[in-house]
Each structure stands twice: as C-alpha cells, then as structure tokens.
C-alpha cells in the first residue's frame, strides 16, 4: 500500500525506540499506536525538530515518522514505509543515477560499477522472495558474503584509483571517477546490510558484539580500528558493520559530491532534487 504523503510534509527521523537527535539535541518521542497518534513525551531543550525532504535527506535514521500539529503540538502521526530495503534502494538507486549521467568515467570503471549495482539489486530482489524459515536465512547469508566480495571489488577500484589521483598530485575528492565508485561502495554496502537485516534482525548488534570480544579496547577504542575514505576498517580488513540507513545516507551524499565536483553547482542542485523526489517515493512505499 502506498501512503499519501504530500510533497511539503515534515518529517521525524528516529532511532528503533523513537529517539530524535538533532544537531546535538536528543528528543524523546512517544510512537504513534493504531488507535492514536504519537506525541512529544520529552523534548530537548531547544524544542522539537521537524524536518522536510530535502533536510532528510542528510539526517536518515532507522525509522521516519511523518509529523503533524495537534492542537498547535507536533506529534507523530503515521510511519513511512522507510525500512532497510528501501534504504537499500534508495542507496542503490543514487548510486545508479550518478552513473547514468557521467560522461567522464573510464569506460571500464563505469562498466564495473554498473555490473556491481545490478548484482546487488538481484540480490536484494532475490533476497525478498526467499522464505522466512531456516532455509531462507541461510540463503539471505549466503547473498550477503556474495555481495560483499563485489563489495571489496569496488573498493579496490576505489583504491587503485586513490593511488592513480596520488601520482598524479589530484585531490581524490575532485576526482569523479573516485566519488562514483565511493558512492557505489556505499550503496552496495547498503544492499548488504540490508539483506543480513533480513536474515538477522539484530545482525548489528551481533556483530558488534563478536568485533568487541576479538578487539583490544584501548581509551581512544578498538585497537587496530582506522578510518579510510570508504568508511572505518579493522586491522585485517574486517569491516564493521554499518547501519544501512546510515550507508544510504552516505551513497546520497557522495553521488551529490560527484556531481558537483565534476558538472558545477546547477548540476548537483538538479541530483538533490532527483533524491528529494527518490526519497519521498521511498518514503511513501513506493
């Protein structure tokens, strides 16, 4: 079912159990129920924060809530249809976009990027037809680890391509080709996570369990835990899991940073507007 959710709505991005954080700012919000809509149960200091498509789209969380006033006060009315596969799709279409637009690309790096989003997207299709039993979520697992080797894939073409601006004396973050393969990487990222989510709803938090327990905690965190451009890695290449929300949001964001920095300040307001019309259609289920 699609939902009507106008154009000018605004919005409240939570976490699992309706916490808003906001610019520092942490607003408790009661969930809307069936029967009744939500309200503020706690509000930061600075009062609550609602936020329109084009501010979403830089502050994603696990969950969206379409907010409205009752009685001059903002309460929660209804959830959107944002879930792990549609953040996925979101990333993915971003992704997608970019490509489909670049004319500077090495034909060979576009190519591979192309390949790479396909896959993912047939995985995460083929991942929502599966059943729900034990069979089904050893499938899910088994498309996930196939999509994290293309995954790794892309980040080696991201990384040959950081050594190629290196040489070169460029700045890796004007350089289009590299934006499009960090932002495909995301996305990809997106789609993994996605499908673990699906395989195990608390796949996050299982996985920061295991990377804890073989980590040595130091004051500054986990020893052996650095930060590249594609986003933080242990010694040995064990990447820690990432939320999918949070990889959409990243996909988005460097999709709209590959524009800009290849086709001006026009081109890359036309992509924010392409994803503000993409999310809201992620947002109504669509």
Known sequence: MTLNIPTDAKFVPTDEVGRQLHEGELTRWSLPRPSAPGSVAEAAPGGVHLLDVDELLEELGPRV???AANKGAPELSVETAWSPGAAARFALDCAQHLLDDASGLPPTVSGTLADVLAAARKSLDKAADVDTGLLGRFSRRSLARRLTRQGDHVGDVAFDLAVDAEVADVDIFDD??????AATRDAVLAAVEAIRHEAI???????SREEKAGAEVTEEGFAGTFDTPWGPFHAGMRRVALPVWAAAG?????????VADSSGPEAASEERAWQRERLLAALRGG
């Open 65 to 67: 809530f379409v907010a």
């Open 176 to 181: 289009a080709a590299w934006t499009a393969a």
């Open 201 to 207: 709803p608390n796949f996050a938090e299982e996985t």
């Open 250 to 258: 990243e996909a988005a964001e460097r999709a709209r940073q590959s």
